[in-house]
């Protein structure tokens, strides 16, 4: 075969590749070296028969031998194609190409004398342009096909190409314009002020919010120009912190990029500059690399490979690789660039170390491994060579040899490159985030939900102390949650000055430590019944019960005694119909276990069997309890923690029985006889025990008795109150009512206010029933609810309650106490809440809930009045309870009894004694809807009322 036959181009080439010994080998190393370990980018040797990454195995050698070489094939002009030829495989690869950009250089005067970088002053103002040029060129390239953003490179060469004019002094302010210009804050700037530009009709505080918008990006882009704000700094804190052109040398990076600019940069290190603009180069590179879950960019799995033709030392070819070279040395930082040169000469210095064995194309995979394991001390010795890999490409082969290397490039298949590893794929990510995300916000909402915070309450709106039972949110707070189920604007009202004044209590407690400081726990059922005709308005009773806590605390936050207690109110749910009382009595001996300020409990409703469990859990913990409207006989009887300030069923019955008699003479066409409804469920203690005390004090007056068992509304009876007295079970409430029609004697209703009562009379008028009403205490829930008791306006009726509306004739305690209410509670006098004349709501609820906090409050000013510092806890403010009487007759002692709002609170001096004596009881009529101020009868010790005469 004749020499023509053997350059031809159709001999030269093979499956798109220059023929030579050894092509197959160059090809399957770069294949290898674009290849990026699945994990970081740790050093990892090839194995070139099975093509794989396998890891280095000596730890220590892995930071030292990280990198990827410059490729420095040298070939005659036969193989002028090569690096075309490679470029084209790696922009073919599958599924993904590899990022790349190829530089043909100019091959004019490559025969001239090559220089090198280690001479000095080698590079000049015009070798500085040549390789901005190249670099600019790749960069290009790189920013098209890979998708890479060259932040720090464009702002340098955009420095260079500045010119600031001919008055150095103006320099900084000048480019400081410019630059404000290009940064991203000056389009947000635009969208400010378009936006003000929109709205500058306002006025006031959105003026001042406008004005403000409009400066923000301003101040942002002053901070970031500093180069010394991280984060907020980005690429300008980066050219402070790069260790080219000494930029310590100068304040900021204004005064640095100043050095950058068109006249001023040719005065600088023309080596040092041009360093500088391969490191910022190679930095974009990295951080085109950096890669992290919450970053939306999948993780490049193959390196940038950066292809050289023809590089001589005269086209900048030559020193745009000794410049990546020296870069890489200095930095010690991985940059995920393989270079590859070709050139008909090895490049200065790549073949001058003798140590380094010379290497030919079928030879690749040797030399390689050769440079790899030399790389440590090459880089530790900073030596020129060190990242320089040179292989020797031959001539065209010789026809034995061509049969070999055509089978050998056959035999390589299309490059095909791993796609992103399956972990950092973008849907993995979301999937990921997603799941992460679900774990947290999944058991942070059942927990939100759970403490009654809902789905979606904030952190800082979770109290443990509250837990949701699926329709109720029970549990304790200091009024930073509303707890009223449901609730309104005078229901959030309430709540809202107990958190105020506990608030006020803490600041007081800090300014006078000497004074007591004690925490009381208002319990109440602040749930309201489903069945209320108005459900917020059901709670009447319960949120005026709150208001007389509140009052009594308002008032101690008044005082300046050091002998006056500091009160904090605490604001506890305990379930409808007291249900959950048990949660929360458990709830509170564990914040008594950590909280010495809490001396006990006040309030509880409806005696129940709940009721009585909670007192029951209250007393094991040690916590004193001073009810408020809880009457029955049991409770005072077998509790010795509990106390009360009402009265007990025993006087309510009898005062009752002895209404009636003077009813009967009066009104002599009734019949001398009574009918007692009472509730068939046997856990409602209170229905049952009224019950059975109305039909002994009636029958001691001379009155014919009976009883009948209704069932209530809303409540699954367990156990049959009549299955121990026997008596007949009438119906529901409205059909008891309804069996009132023929009858005309005097009718108990011994059952729940609400919502049983407004039921009851809708039965017994359904048939205008001529018996003589009279309701328990408890009616005083259904007065109260004025949506309710509208509903009734044929039947008048009387109905017991432990205290007496406010009326223009009190004075003293009773007086102040009231106007105390009306300051903290306006609602209670307005036009908006309740006319002033129409005092119902405000009946026992409220000064009941008072006296039982003055009850504590008076017991902790006992403990205050001798010498002795006596400690405040829940054990001697219970003994103090005790001591709350007047004097016994025939001892020396001084009147120890409360002149309370609701009457005269006095124990007796009888430690089993925890009723007062000689309680209020007031009897109430309702005629059209309305109650009568004027109290039809009045039995008790109060300073404001006397007894009606006919009191037993």
């Given at each position: ?372 394991k030399s790389l440590s001390a090459d880089r530790r010795a900073r030596r020129a060579i060190a990242w320089y890999l040179p292989l020797k490409v031959p001539g065209i082969p010789s026809s034995a040899d061509r049969e070999d290397v055509d089978q050998k490039v056959g035999s390589i298949d299309r490059l095909r490159v791993p796609g992103p590893t399956w972990w950092s794929g973008r849907l993995v990510r979301l999937a990921v985030a997603l799941v992460v995300l679900a774990s947290m916000v999944i058991p942070y909402g059942v927990y939100s939900y759970n403490h009654c915070a809902g789905w979606t309450g904030w ?494």
């Amino acid at each position: 075969m004749d020499h023509t036959t053997v350059r031809g181009e159709q001999d030269n080439q093979v499956s798109g590749l220059p023929r030579f010994v050894g092509v197959s080998k160059i090809v399957r190393l770069i294949d290898c070296l674009c290849q990026r370990p699945r994990f970081g980018d740790r050093p990892w040797q090839f194995n070139q028969d099975t093509r794989a990454w396998q890891e280095v195995s000596d730890q220590r050698e892995r930071s030292a031998r990280q990198g990827l070489p410059i490729v420095c094939l040298v070939r005659d002009e036969e193989h002028e194609e090569l690096l075309s030829a490679l470029a084209d495989r790696l922009s073919q690869a599958h599924p993904n190409r590899v990022p790349n950009a190829k530089v043909d250089l100019d091959v004019a005067g490559e025969g001239t004398e090559l220089r090198a970088l280690t001479q000095k002053d080698v590079l000049t103002p015009k070798d500085v342009g040549i390789v901005r040029a190249i670099l600019s060129d790749l960069k290009n390239q790189l920013a098209a096909k890979g998708r890479f953003r060259f932040r720090l490179f464009s702002l340098a060469v955009w420095l260079m190409e500045q010119d600031l004019g001919g008055d150095a002094q103006d320099y900084e302010r000048v480019l400081l314009r410019r630059l404000r210009q290009r940064d991203i804050t000056s389009a947000l700037g635009d969208a400010a002020h378009i936006a003000t530009k929109d709205v500058a009709s306002a006025s006031g505080w959105p003026q001042l919010l406008l004005a403000l918008l409009r400066w923000v990006p301003l101040v942002a882009f002053r901070g970031r120009v500093t180069g010394q704000v991280p984060l907020l700094s980005g690429q300008y804190r980066w050219f402070l912190r790069q260790p080219h052109l000494t930029p310590e040398a100068t304040i900021g990076f204004l005064g640095f990029a100043v050095r950058l600019t068109k006249r001023e940069w040719p005065k600088e290190h023309c080596e040092q500059l041009a360093r500088f603009l391969t490191n910022a180069f190679l930095e974009d590179l990295r951080r085109g690399y950096w890669w992290a879950p919450w970053l939306w960019r999948r993780r490049r799995a193959t390196y940038v490979a950066v292809l050289l033709n023809n590089v001589t030392g005269v086209n900048g070819g030559y020193a745009v690789v000794q410049l990546i070279n020296d870069v890489r040395n200095q930095v010690s930082q991985f940059d995920p660039l393989l270079v590859i040169t070709a050139s008909r000469n090895v490049p200065p210095d790549a073949g001058k170390n003798p140590d380094r064995p010379e290497y030919n194309a079928a030879h690749a995979f040797d030399g390689y491994q050769h440079w790899q394991k030399s790389l440590s001390a090459d880089r530790r010795a900073r030596r020129a060579i060190a990242w320089y890999l040179p292989l020797k490409v031959p001539g065209i082969p010789s026809s034995a040899d061509r049969e070999d290397v055509d089978q050998k490039v056959g035999s390589i298949d299309r490059l095909r490159v791993p796609g992103p590893t399956w972990w950092s794929g973008r849907l993995v990510r979301l999937a990921v985030a997603l799941v992460v995300l679900a774990s947290m916000v999944i058991p942070y909402g059942v927990y939100s939900y759970n403490h009654c915070a809902g789905w979606t309450g904030w952190p800082w709106r979770l109290n443990p102390s509250l837990v949701w039972t699926g329709s109720e949110c029970v549990g304790v707070t200091d009024g930073s949650d509303n707890l009223f189920q449901p609730s309104d604007p005078s229901l959030d009202e309430v709540t809202q000055v107990i958190l105020r004044q506990n608030d006020d209590a803490v600041r007081l407690h800090e300014q006078y430590p000497q004074r007591p400081y004690i925490s009381l726990a208002e319990v109440e059922a602040f749930s309201a019944p489903s069945s209320s005709i108005d459900a917020a308005n059901g709670l009447s009773s319960e949120r005026e019960a709150l208001e007389g806590v509140a009052v009594a605390q308002w008032r101690q936050l008044k005082k300046t005694g050091n002998s006056d207690p500091i009160i904090r109110v605490l604001i506890v749910n305990a379930g409808n119909e007291m249900h959950q009382g048990m949660t929360v009595a458990r709830q509170l001996r564990d914040l008594a276990a950590h909280d010495p300020s809490l001396v006990g409990v006040v309030g509880l409703g409806q005696s129940r069997q709940p009721t009585v469990d909670t007192i029951t859990e209250l007393a094991n913990a040690g916590l004193p309890i001073v009810a408020a409207t809880l009457s029955a006989d049991s409770l005072a009887d077998n509790h010795p923690m509990y106390f009360q300030v009402s009265p007990n069923n025993s006087r309510v019955a009898a005062v009752a029985a002895a209404f009636a008699k003077q009813w009967l003479m009066n009104n002599p066409g009734i019949t001398a006889s009574v009918r007692v409804y009472y509730s068939d469920d046997a856990t409602d203690i209170y229905s049952v025990n009224l019950r059975d005390d109305v039909l002994a004090t009636f029958a001691a007056k001379g009155f014919q008795t009976e009883a009948m068992a209704y069932l209530p509304s809303s409540t699954t009876i367990t156990q049959s109150a009549r299955a121990r007295t026997g008596d007949q079970l009438i119906g529901n409430a409205e059909a008891s009512g309804r069996n009132t029609c023929s009858y005309h004697g005097f009718v108990y209703f011994a059952g729940r206010g609400v919502p049983d009562f407004g039921d009851f009379l809708n039965g017994a008028a359904q048939c205008g029933s001529q018996a003589v009403f009279i309701g328990d205490d408890d009616v005083t829930r259904y007065v109260v609810d004025a949506a309710a008791r509208e509903q009734n306006r044929v039947l008048p009726f009387f109905f017991e309650s432990f205290a007496l509306p406010p009326s223009g004739s009190l004075r003293g305690s009773k007086k102040e106490f009231y106007q105390d209410l009306y300051d903290l509670f306006s609602f209670e006098t307005s036009a908006g809440g309740r006319p002033f004349g129409d005092h119902s709501a405000l009946l026992d609820y409220t000064p009941l809930s008072y006296d039982a906090a003055l009850t504590f409050i008076t017991a902790v000013e006992y403990l205050r009045e001798g010498n002795e510092k006596l400690p405040v806890t829940p054990g001697t403010v219970w003994r103090e309870i005790t001591a709350i009487h007047n004097s016994q007759p025939g001892q020396q002692q001084v009147n120890n009894a409360i002149a309370g709002v609701s009457g005269q609170i006095d124990f007796g001096g009888d430690i089993d004694r925890h009723v007062p004596l000689n309680k209020p009881v007031a009897i109430l009529q309702v005629k059209n809807g309305e109650m009568d101020d004027t109290p039809a009868g009045f039995c008790g010790q109060d300073i404001d009322y006397q007894s009606s005469p006919w009191c037993s």
